[in-house]
């Protein structure tokens, strides 16, 4: 499944690219996020907690960040399993950050998720659907964040 | 030969006779207890002097497990059970994967389905008929369609039937009450101009029909239950589970036997008539693997042919389903499993026949983002092919499939027309206080792409062992299901249809063992 979108925020590449280094503040943005645990610079552990369709259930998964050119790009590889189907979900985030005029930034982000199991059924039906709008709320929380924190500073 | 075979011949074979409940030989070998494995099973045993052998890949769990027997428990059954076997299918568009399913368990597919109890159209047996058929015509099937059901709405129909084993049921009917979201929706789409259609199981149905299902008091009424538990009993009835059959044994072009895997070692029974019920995917993988099949790809794999027959594993055809997902501006919850009404409409049809069920999803609720509700399309035919292939030699390796659905320029037509449809649906009063914007696909996205690169299965594949006359050489069987140029040996599942009908195929493929059934007692 590929999704991919951009955002566009009123800050400088360089606040926005510490902000999604940040693991705490860029994970608080992740709808349904019950914890998240730092394991070192590059990786960090978290469960999300989802009610898809008739499925009531967690997403327990590890993130690493396997490429970095700071201040432009990233890719962060996922891989979870969730607790009622046992499937396994991986995946692989790539990030772009573009300076725009007036101290603006464009993030590029484009997803490619490879889920394995009973899950995989519910497929495009479902999952597409919520993963475009988790992507999509993730954003919008994303963008009010960084934006929030540059006008407090 | 392929590796596999070499390392199970000889030394590691035992006669099926090693297994003291196998002993003897049989007049008839069913092979493949799904939904019309099971039927000819009990049909066939009727006669206590015909010996049956039913071998199912599958377990045969007694009493059945209540993931399985409970309806409600549908969606649970195929996200948690180890009863569905799924074969990764890429879309022909951009190589992207989804999952065409099939039951691993006695009663097939009716033991893992929704449940859904759809006949042919008349359009699709004129169709077969069409095809070479004549046998098949609606009025040569509707018999055996009546003698099936214990229809409970319309017992006293002249086109129904009141005392056959399966029963069925429409759970929602016109005059019922029900959510004030269902009713916004059928009200809607009778002022687009669709009829009201109580009965979904007439000739040729369209308009807002409402659905039959095979659930009584909340059970699911698989082929196991509404046949085969029935003749559990009978002494000349023989069931083995979790026998995977490999291939066929020919003296000649004459089917003998069959070769199979059961507790880890292999296994031959012996049989005067072999029927391959084994489904759409496995029963062209157990010919092919017996070197019956298209010459050049058996050479390919190494395996010896017995019989050439090109169109093996081709013809293959489904359903595609596209959602289409709102933005739900209520939260309602109706029941998950069973839609109780579709939709039946017609865009862009091969014939005069509806050629999409449009279905009403109920609402998902994800914390912390929209409520989504979809609305599906499934196309109810396919004017491209597809085909089933073996990826190896090996019967353990699942064979592969080629979709080839929404390839062709007019189902992607039908398609989007059936999209735009529901778009115009979802927009009109008094539809629209649950409907929210689209939220995929987006409106100014290109749907045709769209449809074609996120697809899924309505999950009726067929075709794949096509019926037809001897004069056409992609048959594989012809009308009374005998496989062409061989002796002894015939077919019974979804795998004969020679295209796919424009309904939910579980209840063909019931219709299709009782027939076999009769073709035999008939030819003996």
Redesign the interface.
């Known amino acids: 499944?590929?999704l991919s979108g951009t955002i566009d925020v009123d800050v400088p590449a360089g606040k926005a690219w510490d902000f999604v280094n940040d693991i705490g503040r860029f994970s608080s943005c992740l709808?349904?996020l019950e914890k998240v645990t730092q394991i070192d610079d590059r990786t960090f552990d978290g469960i999300i907690?989802?009610?898809?369709?008739?499925?009531s259930g967690k997403f327990s998964f590890r993130s690493t960040i396997v490429e970095n050119a700071p201040p432009k790009a990233m890719v962060v590889r996922t891989e979870g399993t969730d607790s009622?189907?046992k499937s396994a979900m991986s995946g692989d985030l790539s990030l772009t950050l573009t300076e725009l005029e007036g101290n603006r930034t464009q993030m590029a982000y484009y997803a490619d998720v490879d889920i394995k199991g009973?899950?995989?059924?519910?497929?495009?039906?479902?999952l597409?659907?919520?993963a475009?709008?988790?992507l999509?709320?993730f954003s919008r929380r994303l963008k009010r964040a960084l934006e929030a924190d540059v006008k407090s500073v | 030969m392929a590796d596999w075979f070499d390392k199970t011949s000889a030394s590691s074979v035992e006669p099926l006779t090693t297994l003291r409940e196998l002993e003897g030989h049989y007049d008839v070998i069913i092979v493949g207890g799904g939904s019309a494995g099971c039927v000819a099973a009990t049909r066939l045993s009727e006669n206590p002097a015909r010996k049956v052998l039913l071998l199912e890949a599958g377990p045969d769990p007694q009493p059945i497990p209540e993931l399985v027997a409970e309806a409600a428990n549908q969606v649970r059954l195929l996200l948690e059970s180890p009863y569905v076997a799924m074969y990764p299918t890429e879309r022909n568009s951009d190589d992207s994967v989804f999952y065409s399913l099939a039951g691993r368990i006695m009663g097939g597919g009716s033991s893992v389905n929704v449940m859904s109890v759809v006949r042919p159209t008349k359009f699709d047996l004129d169709t077969w008929v069409a095809h070479g058929n004549p046998d098949w015509s609606y009025e040569r099937v509707l018999p055996v369609m009546k003698r099936i059901e214990s229809d409970q709405d319309y017992p006293d129909d002249p086109f129904h039937g009141r005392d056959g084993p399966l029963y069925v049921k429409r759970p929602f009917t016109f005059g019922m009450a029900s959510s004030a979201a269902v009713q916004a929706f059928i009200e809607r789409s009778l002022a687009m101009g669709l009829p009201l259609c109580p009965d979904l199981n007439v000739a040729n149905p369209l308009g807002v029909c409402a659905s039959p299902y095979n659930i009584k008091d909340g059970k699911r009424q698989s082929t196991v239950v509404a046949y085969l538990n029935g003749a559990r009993g009978r002494s000349n009835l023989t069931i083995i589970d979790q026998a995977q059959v490999v291939s066929i044994e020919f003296n000649g072009t004459k089917a003998e036997g069959v070769r199979c895997e059961k507790d880890g070692k292999m296994r031959t029974a012996k049989g005067r008539q072999i029927v391959l019920c084994a489904g759409v995917y496995h029963t062209p993988q157990i010919l092919m693997l017996s070197g019956v099949g298209p010459e050049e790809e058996l050479k390919r794999l190494g395996i010896p042919v017995v019989h050439a027959l090109a169109g093996v594993g081709e013809n293959y055809q489904d359903h595609p389903v596209v959602y289409m997902t709102f933005e739900g501006t209520k939260s309602f919850r109706e029941e998950w499993v069973v839609p109780r009404f579709r939709l039946l409409i017609k865009t862009n049809p091969i014939g005069d026949c509806a050629n999409f069920h449009i279905i009403m999803r109920p609402p998902t609720e994800v914390e912390g983002i929209k409520r989504m509700i979809p609305v599906s399309a499934h196309l109810l035919e396919q004017r491209s092919r597809g085909r089933l292939f073996l990826k190896s030699a090996d019967p353990r390796e699942l064979p592969g499939v080629d979709p080839q659905m929404l390839e062709d320029p007019g189902d992607i037509k039908a398609m989007v027309s059936a999209m735009e449809f529901i778009a115009e649906l979802a927009e009109g009063k008094p539809v629209k206080e649950y409907y929210g914007p689209l939220i995929q696909p987006r409106p100014a996205e290109d749907w045709a792409k769209f449809a074609r690169s996120t697809y899924d299965s309505y999950h009726h594949g067929v075709g794949t062992c096509k019926m037809g006359p001897a004069s056409d050489r992609m048959a594989v069987v012809d009308e009374r299901l005998r496989v062409h140029g061989m002796e002894n040996l015939r077919i019974a599942d979804a795998s004969v249809m020679p295209t796919v009908t424009h309904a939910n195929t579980n209840l063909t493929c019931i219709a299709i063992g009782e027939r076999l059934a009769d073709f035999i007692k008939e030819a003996a």
């Open positions: 499944m590929k709808p349904g907690g989802a009610t898809v369709g008739p499925i009622v189907t009973r899950l995989a059924i519910l497929g495009d039906m479902v597409r659907a919520t475009t709008l988790l999509e709320e």
